[in-house]
């Protein structure tokens, strides 16, 4: 059986963003709103993952915000949950 995760994210070009984020994150801010005022990703689609991004989805504690950073840029990652 194929392992799955569901993940939500927010992409941004520098980590001095990311950290601000993930800052406010743990504040109690709304990922969704956060995600819609600062996230440059263009997709929404499902599919297959960077290894990194992968890697936190398949075993970063959920609900925690994760700093990610691949070749896109830096990635706030937040696990909801995984099979």
């Known amino acids: 059986m194929a392992r799955t995760a569901s993940a939500l994210h927010i992409l941004v070009k520098d980590k ?15 990922f969704d709103v956060l995600a819609k005022k600062h996230s440059t990703c263009p997709s929404g ?29 830096w990635h706030v990652v937040k696990v909801l949950y995984r099979t």
């Open 16 to 30: 001095e963003l990311a950290d601000d984020i993930i800052a406010k994150l743990k504040k109690g801010a709304q």
């Open 45 to 73: 689609k499902k599919g297959d993952m960077v290894s990194a991004f992968d890697k936190i989805c398949f075993s970063g504690e959920l609900f925690t915000p994760h700093l990610v950073k691949t070749k896109f840029g």
